[in-house]
């Protein structure tokens, strides 16, 4: 179940800081033969639409422009998104700092990780969360040619980062579904599969005060599945 962005930072209290994880918005389509695998391809109109819509939602719940930060990847439509989600918090110029590691963050071997683009993205990506996600405990050791690293591991890891990148009171990290699916999975027990997939905008919020952290699945959209 996905909470409302909305509903989200309505709730969040004054002493709670928030990072926020999401997929870009819309996007263009991408082909299965795309030698680049879609790297090029940006937003949409709407896609603009909805990540400004996300920023003006920050503004509405009372979150003030001056103390947020944004972070993405590096992939032009991540950056956008995060610009885009800065000029609806209010911020005419935002600026966003890229991240290689909310490029391919779970990825531990390339070669064999081109090999699960062109034979099936989804599919590979759901074989290898069910796979893992049935002991979430440390994986420890595994097979080099392996192309992902082990889920819990690699979620500590993504967690972490985010919490030692963000020093704002807001921080907003722009990802892929590729590596926001596997944090759901890993912090919030969701399950996905190749026809029942996240939709754009949509990812978890962590809030961490001085008691307690709270990890809360949230959507921008209307709904947080994109049913195939």
């Known amino acids: 179940m ?16 928030v990072y926020l994880l999401v997929r870009h918005g ?5 082909t299965p033969n795309d030698p680049d695998y879609g ?10 639409e909805q990540a400004f819509s996300l920023g ?4 509405i719940a009372g979150e003030t422009s001056t103390d947020v930060c944004f972070f993405s990847s590096p992939v032009g439509r991540c950056v956008e ?24 963050f779970y990825v531990q071997n ?17 074989e290898w969360l069910e796979a893992n996600s049935r002991d ?4 420890g050791a595994q097979d080099a040619d392996a192309p ?8 500590e890891e993504m967690l972490s980062m985010m919490l030692e990148r963000g020093n704002a009171r807001f921080n907003v990290f722009v990802s892929h579904d590729a590596w926001v699916v596997p944090c759901l999975v890993y912090f919030c027990g969701m399950k996905f599969t190749p026809q029942r997939w996240m939709n754009f905008l949509t990812g978890m919020a962590v809030a961490v005060s001085p008691r307690k952290r709270r990890i809360v699945p949230v959507t921008a959209l209307e709904t947080g599945w994109l049913d195939f």
Not at 2 to 17: I, K, N, Q
Not at 26 to 30: F, S, Y
Not at 83 to 103: F, N, T
Not at 148 to 155: E, G, I, T, V
């Open 56 to 59: 003006r939602a920050m503004s």
């Open 2 to 17: 996905f909470l409302s962005v909305s509903t989200f930072f309505d709730s969040v209290a004054d002493d709670e800081r």
């Open 39 to 48: 790297a090029h391809v940006g937003l949409t109109e709407r896609g603009r």
């Open 110 to 126: 390339y070669d064999s990780y081109t090999k699960v683009l062109k034979t099936g993205f989804y599919e590979g990506i759901c």
């Open 148 to 155: 992902f690293y082990p889920l819990a591991d690699r979620s």
């Open 136 to 139: 979430v405990t440390t994986s």
């Open 81 to 104: 998104t995060a610009e885009c989600i800065g000029k609806g918090c209010g911020i005419a110029h935002p600026e966003v700092e890229k991240l290689e590691s909310l490029a391919e």
């Open 26 to 30: 819309e996007r263009g389509h991408i």
